[in-house]
């Protein structure tokens, strides 16, 4: 099994910024994409921003500008710098990791637990 475990949430100010950070740990063959996602209370799920493994990058386009996603493949983590935040950007933020456990298994998604994000003044 693999394991997700995030941290970095919290409550900023608007206009503050925020680094969340997810490792992942367990049986780990290969990691693909990695990426973060986000849902607000009432609303669905949504994809923040993704990286490959070659560390190619998407952005939802609410955040573009703001939000830069990394990762550190030596460490198995993946990483989100949130600056220039909005009330609008509090949510709970999950990470996703694609992951292969050994050579002969498929890939297979994983989510984190999840870290609350609260920009308020």
């Known amino acids: 099994q693999v394991q997700l475990v995030e941290s970095g949430g919290g409550l900023v100010q608007p206009g503050g910024s925020l680094r969340l950070s997810c490792a992942a740990s367990g049986s780990i063959f290969r990691i693909y994409a990695m990426g973060w996602y986000r849902q607000a209370p009432g609303k669905q799920r949504e994809l923040v921003a993704g990286i490959t493994s070659d560390s190619s990058t998407n952005y939802a386009d609410s955040v573009k500008g703001r939000f830069t996603i990394s990762r550190d493949n030596a460490k198995n983590t993946v990483y989100l710098q949130m600056n220039s935040l909005k009330p609008e950007d509090t949510a709970v933020y999950y990470c996703?990791?694609?992951?292969?456990?050994?050579?002969?298994?498929?890939?297979?998604?994983?989510w984190g637990q999840g870290t609350q994000v609260t920009v308020s003044s």
């Open positions: 996703n990791t694609v992951v292969k456990t050994s050579l002969m298994m498929t890939r297979t998604g994983y």
